[in-house]
């Protein structure tokens, strides 16, 4: 079973790449724009490199804010992935804890096979909702449980697949039917790093403060991803959600 450890790393390692991409472009502004006249000079007996400049610096025309709107998406995609890891994690513990499916939580059981219901009606599609699905992993899962094997395995993704953008009142649901809290919210509303990033010390502010934000960063991401080509993105937008969300990963790892 990956550790939680393992699950924020790897989130982090993406988080990286994308805060990399997004200082190349800056890097490129800071060196060679502004550097021009000095490299000009220095490549002025080599033509290919002189050429390979010239090339260069047309890109300086480039709006930034496209590059800022997709390593935006790209933000929020590493954070639905964290969700969906940290739920098999909520799940192995929970079948770890109770060696048999019939000594879990009723209400766990019965969201369980809700979920799975929902997955198996697409059963023959081979995928749910246009995302490619194992429907075998899942009817296995399901048989494992109803024998009541020692050996059963609950199918995490069917809790996540159908369930759509990771608004706020959705986690809440979901960490609530998982059995991890009732009020995911307040329980990491005393997150140091939160609250520092938030620039909030009042603990009933908190929780109000990281739904907004979250649903904001949704509603950004989604006014993207479906077309609002007038939406733009700006450099200090994209390290505010990239601030935010590596903040919110820590603290929903921490509760869970």
Do not use: W
Not at 224 to 229: D, Q, V, Y
């Amino acid at each position: 079973m990956p550790s939680m450890q393992n699950t924020l790393d790897v989130s982090e390692l993406y988080f990286s790449e994308l805060e990399s991409t997004a200082s190349i472009r800056s890097a490129f502004h800071d060196i060679v724009v502004t550097n021009s006249q000095v490299l000009f000079t220095a490549f002025s007996h080599d033509k290919m490199m002189l050429g390979r400049l010239k090339d260069s610096l047309r890109l300086r025309f480039v709006d930034q804010n496209s590059l800022y709107k997709g390593l935006f998406i790209q933000a929020v995609s590493v954070f639905e992935s964290f969700i969906r890891s940290t739920v098999t994690y909520v799940i192995d513990n929970h079948v770890t804890k109770e060696p048999q499916y019939s000594k879990l939580e009723l209400a766990l059981r019965n969201y369980y096979i809700s979920n799975s219901g929902k997955a198996l009606s697409y059963f023959g599609s081979g995928s749910i909702n246009g995302v490619k699905y194992d429907f075998d992993k899942l009817t296995e899962s399901l048989a494992s449980c109803f024998n009541d094997s020692e050996n059963y395995h609950i199918e995490s993704r069917v809790f996540t697949i159908s369930m759509g953008n990771c608004t706020s009142s959705r986690l809440e649901s979901l960490f609530s039917k998982l059995l991890v809290s009732d009020d995911i919210f307040s329980k990491i509303s005393n997150d140091v790093h939160l609250r520092k990033v938030l620039n909030e010390t009042r603990r009933n502010n908190i929780k109000a403060l990281i739904k907004d934000r979250l649903d904001n960063i949704i509603d950004v991401r989604n006014d993207i991803a479906h077309g609002e080509i007038t939406r733009s993105v700006s450099k200090d937008e994209f390290e505010d959600c990239l601030q935010f969300l590596r903040g919110l990963i820590k603290a929903l790892a921490s509760a869970c």
